[in-house]
């Protein structure tokens, strides 16, 4: 029993440390694309990750640790698109969609990171790191209460 809880514990505290990017890729009218090829690429570790998009045109990378992503979505008779700088934070359900533009695969189609929504859409959940800086800069609600005699 003890080594069952251990074990369960041990995999949410693993969990809490990831993240994940998901989206849908939609073409120029708003279609789904389904089969896209999605690959996400940490800069910062060389790690790539790939997904497939489902019949409803959606994918999902789990287990993703914190830090800048690039992203690049692929499917036939559609140009290449490019995402860099997605930052993901501890986590995180970061979402990224795509409309891909119709030609030729070797086109491409280039999005800058600060031009990304990154807004949580997957959940109502907020979240967000405070550093022992901010903690110690907090505002006390005034002084403590004077005592009063009567």
Do not use: W
């Amino acid at each position: 029993m003890g080594v069952a809880l251990a074990l369960s514990l041990a995999a949410n505290a693993v969990a809490q440390d990831t993240g994940s990017i998901t989206g849908t890729v939609m073409d120029p009218s708003g279609a789904i694309v389904p089969g896209a090829q999605v690959q996400i690429t940490s800069p910062a570790t060389g790690v790539t990750r790939s997904a497939t998009t489902n019949a409803q045109g959606d994918y999902l990378v789990a287990s993703l640790v914190a830090g800048p992503y690039n992203l690049v979505i692929t499917a036939q008779g559609f140009k290449r698109y490019e995402v860099d700088g997605i930052v993901l934070c501890v986590a995180e359900n970061a979402r990224a969609d795509a409309r891909l533009q119709v030609g030729a695969t070797s086109s491409l189609v280039t999005v800058s990171g600060r031009s990304v929504a990154q807004v949580e859409t997957q959940s109502s959940e907020l979240s967000g790191t405070i550093t022992g800086k901010e903690i110690s800069q907090l505002e006390l609600n005034g002084p403590a209460p004077a005592f009063r005699r009567y």
